[in-house]
């Protein structure tokens, strides 16, 4: 008996010591990050106002406890934790008889260690502990659920435990849960159908309504709704007569479901939510290394809140503009709009086009509009403004001619191949005379001149300036060569420093860099956040700044988990700059003075692409102010010619002025009225158009003289050596003979009156 004794007791200390080393090992019980279950993540704008609760496949909406209703905490502390406001954590009867039951299952092969947890330890194992059924999970568990009840209310417990529970289907939490099943609020259940859903938690799977299995036979979760209903008449939560009523309603007629989609897919900024999260995904994997699975659980119970940039108001006011079609006005014909149920062919049908739009604080980068489409009332749709190699909803455009300052006149201008008073030659590019660079166009090969102006207008040799102005794509092709053999690297590696994104080399020609053609919509391209990104710069000294959509992601403590600080780099010095951004407010005064409906400065460039037969299919304007840059697009998701109107003409670039001038002039509203800086380090000075240098008298004559803003040391230093001043022969005047002397009269003294000169 001594040796049996001796032996227990060192057994009891050998488990003890076991169980002691396995306890301190378990994880520190984190009072936030257990309370953080009962809130959501979301997504607060730039003034700190909440704009967004963040989807997961894990539905919640989360509630305060005096909210849910007695019938459902009845329930639920019924069947799964009677002792639940007697016992520290852990419910030590229910854990023993449960144990013994387990040691019957090893030896009988039908093991089972589930049911003898607390609510507490429900908790603790779903928040900081794995569901592996073994010994040394449920010794970690009892340890901290113990401890976790000295630092939490019953109250927060059950709170926390109500709210995120699984319980089938795709509802977490009873709220959820009420509203899958039976289509009310969780204080709205009654008694059975509160009785139900606290049956689910055992096997929520097994349980669940609606699967085919349940509906086969729904006696499985109709006997566990009984249980439950037993078990809250044990703890005296329902009489006598009442169990009896509702046993013999569920014998008669079940339970009355009304199944309803909880899933909400749809944000209340589509736009702008779905690719801040996108840029919070990105960055969680690629500075804190997490996995898919880890952020989708960091989404659901992490209680997350992201800052985004996005202004409100700004953000609102920009979709209503492009809602309203009356600033707008283009259309186009989609021939596959509609299929004919008796023939089965598809008819076209006129629609109104889409359009996008993005504006950002191009010194901080940060995004503070952006507009995805003109309908945000869906949800997953195309964000025709945004694209990530992650994001399935990107979008990608040919970007025409708005890509001429940042690809084309920018480097051009930053490498030295040309000033602004460098010839330009609006001229076809000839297949005979011009024959080597004819040969790298990428133009059909039934045409023998290319590329063409959009007028089919040239105007021989003029200035850079009235180049840009105009947008003469021959001058743009010309300006591209002028680069010289690297030119192909020098546009691509601009344009992939703004975010613009290229085709294989091989697909892509000359008038593809020079003109903002693409290879393959949606693979290559830009569109209106990259186009704002890029403008920015002219207005921030040759620095661009890239595009961010959130400043920081902080945990439920307030921690900073990301801190998001956009990289900058300088492009184009910040006399470059200034040139191009000059030359645009000229575009903004001549051409789409709709763009500037403000007191604000504003300067930008049109653009217009097209498909193979010269038809317009997107138009653009990208463009800036002292404060904001911004990029406006319309077209089809597909290539099809965009109209003007209802009528069946082509539309120009031109239509977008106006919605992008309502949107800017509401921007800069409230902003002190004040223009671009001027650097030093530019002068202005005169040349001759066709030779570029300082004009001489002959110049003046032919009309070929203008002048410009020059970088100082690059302004013509030779005298033009096209024009020859010969200065005009000029006759010698021939003398006039001299006329006959006249006589004068007797008695008259020559002074005409005939007296002395006395006539007082």
């Not at 086969?216 to 009523?245: C, D, F, G, Q, W």
């Not at 569109?527 to 000294?541: H, Q, T, V």
Request: include cysteine; aromatic fraction near 10%; proline fraction near 4%.
């Amino acid at each position: 008996m001594i040796a049996l004794i001796i032996a227990t007791m060192v057994g009891s200390l050998y488990v003890a010591k076991i169980v002691l080393e396995i306890a301190e090992e378990a994880p520190e019980v984190n009072v936030s990050r257990f309370l953080s279950l009962n809130e959501p993540s979301i997504v607060l704008d730039n003034e700190g106002n909440q704009m967004d609760l963040i989807h997961t496949d894990e539905v919640r909406f989360p509630l305060a406890l005096e909210d849910m209703g007695q019938n459902i905490i009845d329930a639920f502390i019924s069947i799964e934790d009677e002792r639940f406001e007697k016992h520290k954590g852990v419910d030590y009867r229910r854990t023993i008889g449960v144990t013994i039951r387990d040691i019957v299952g090893q030896v009988t092969g039908n093991r089972d260690m589930q049911g003898g947890s607390t609510l507490t330890q429900q908790m603790i194992k779903n928040t900081f502990l794995s569901r592996e059924q073994k010994y040394e999970r449920k010794i970690k568990e009892i340890f901290m659920a113990l401890h976790a009840e000295k630092m939490l209310t019953k109250e927060q417990i059950l709170e926390t435990y109500l709210n995120s529970v699984f319980l089938g289907g795709r509802a977490n939490g009873v709220e959820a849960a009420a509203r899958q099943y039976f289509n009310k609020s969780a204080n709205e259940l009654n008694v059975v159908e509160a009785a139900y859903i606290a049956g689910t938690t055992q096997s929520p799977s097994n349980y669940y309504a609606f699967s085919q299995s349940s509906m086969a036979n729904p006696s499985k979760y109709l006997n566990r709704t009984k249980l439950v209903l037993n078990a809250m008449l044990k703890n005296e939560k329902i009489t006598e007569a009442e169990h009896e009523l509702y046993t013999r309603s569920l014998d008669e007629s079940g339970i009355q479901f009304s199944q309803t989609s909880i899933v909400s897919d749809k944000y209340n900024y589509e736009y702008f939510t779905r690719p801040v999260l996108d840029q919070v995904e990105d960055d969680l994997k690629r500075e804190k290394g997490y996995t898919d699975e880890e952020i989708a659980d960091l989404f659901a119970y992490g209680g997350l809140v992201i800052h985004s940039t996005m202004d409100r108001d700004a953000q609102e006011y920009a979709q209503s503009v492009l809602a309203d079609y009356d600033n707008i006005k283009a259309t186009y014909i989609d021939p596959l709009a509609e299929k004919n149920r008796v023939t089965g062919e598809y008819e076209a049908k006129r629609k109104e086009v889409e359009a996008a739009f993005a504006a950002t604080d191009y010194r901080t980068g940060q995004v503070k509009v952006l507009i995805g489409g003109r309908d945000d009332s869906t949800s997953a749709t195309a964000n025709r403004s945004y694209y990530s190699p992650t994001f399935p909803l990107s979008s990608l455009r040919p970007i025409g001619s708005t890509t001429k300052p940042i690809t084309i006149y920018g480097p051009a201008l930053e490498t030295g191949a040309i000033t602004l008073g460098t010839p330009a030659l609006d001229k076809q590019i000839s297949k005979r005379t011009e024959a080597d660079m004819f040969r790298e166009l990428d133009a059909p090969s039934t045409r023998s001149e290319w590329p063409n102006n959009v007028n089919f207008r040239y105007t021989g040799y003029t200035s850079v300036r009235k180049s840009i102005v105009n947008s003469y794509n021959t001058v743009s092709i010309r300006t591209y060569y002028a680069l010289g053999n690297d030119r192909v690297d020098i546009v691509r590696n601009f344009g992939e420093k703004y975010g613009l994104i290229f085709a294989d080399r091989s697909n892509v020609g000359a008038v593809g860099y020079a003109m903002g053609g693409n290879y393959e919509y949606d693979k290559d391209g830009g569109n209106p956040l990259i186009m704002a990104g890029a403008y920015g710069m002219f207005g921030n000294s040759g620095i661009f700044t890239e595009n961010i959509l959130y400043t920081k992601v902080t945990d439920s403590e307030g921690n900073i988990i990301l801190e998001n600080i956009p990289k900058s780099e300088q492009i184009l010095s910040a006399q470059n700059a200034y040139l191009l951004y000059d030359v645009m407010k000229d575009i903004v005064r001549n051409n789409v003075p709709g763009t500037k409906l403000t007191s604000m400065p504003i300067a930008g460039k049109t653009g217009t692409a097209t498909n193979d037969d010269n038809e317009q299919t997107d138009l653009w304007f990208a463009g800036l102010s002292p404060y904001y840059s911004a990029a406006i697009w319309f077209g089809s998701d597909r290539p099809l010619q965009i109209l003007n109107g209802d009528s069946n003409r082509g539309a120009s670039s031109y239509v977008t002025q106006y919605a992008f001038g309502k949107i800017m002039a509401y921007l800069n509203e409230g902003h002190e009225v004040r223009d671009i800086s001027r650097p030093q380090g530019l002068t202005t000075a005169s040349f001759c158009m066709e030779s570029g240098g300082i004009p001489n008298e002959q110049c003046y004559i032919d009309g070929t003289v203008s002048s410009d803003l020059f970088v100082t040391g690059t302004q013509p230093r030779t005298v033009c050596d096209v024009h020859t001043y010969e200065p005009p022969v000029i006759e010698p005047i021939p003398e006039e003979p001299e006329e006959p002397a006249i006589p004068t009269p007797p008695g008259n003294n020559g002074n005409g009156n005939g007296n002395n000169g006395n006539d007082d």
